[in-house]
Nanobody
Framework: VQLQASGGGLVQAGGSLRLSCAAS????????MAWFRQTPGKEREFVAA???????YYGDSVKGRFTISRDNAKNTMYLQMNSLRPEDTAVYYC????????????????WGQGTQVTVSS
């Protein structure tokens, strides 16, 4: 599986961005997928995940502002980010887990290259 994250950029606080994660390979609909983020010197932080049947899970810091979704026909996962804050600034990574949703980054089997999100105050 290869993952390609895109959609990052520079946005003002209160603005919105939509990240995409395109996956290659077969059986996309069987994977759990997730978004993590990381800033320099910090551990990778769980943002959101979506199970193979569409169940969604969010980190506390993004609940009510971010929405994760997937389009199995397009082999693509999305992260709609609204009401962005400067503390959302990070490199965002998408990941695949064959076994199911988890918040532990070490459980994920494949990772995309990351896309930078910068929120200015």
């Amino acid at each position: 599986v290869q993952l390609q994250a895109s959609g990052g950029g520079l946005v003002q606080a209160g603005g919105s961005l939509r990240l995409s994660c395109a996956a290659s390979g077969r059986a996309f609909s069987l994977y759990a997928m997730a978004w993590f983020r990381q800033t320099p010197g910090k551990e990778r932080e769980f943002v959101a995940a979506i199970s193979r049947d569409g169940g969604t899970y969010y980190g506390d810091s993004v609940k009510g502002r971010f929405t994760i979704s997937r389009d199995n026909a397009k082999n693509t996962m999305y992260l709609q980010m609204n009401s962005l804050r400067p503390e959302d600034t990070a490199v965002y990574y998408c990941a695949v887990d064959y076994l199911g949703v988890t918040t532990r980054p070490t459980s994920y089997d494949y990772w995309g290259q990351g896309t930078q999100v910068t929120v200015s105050s």
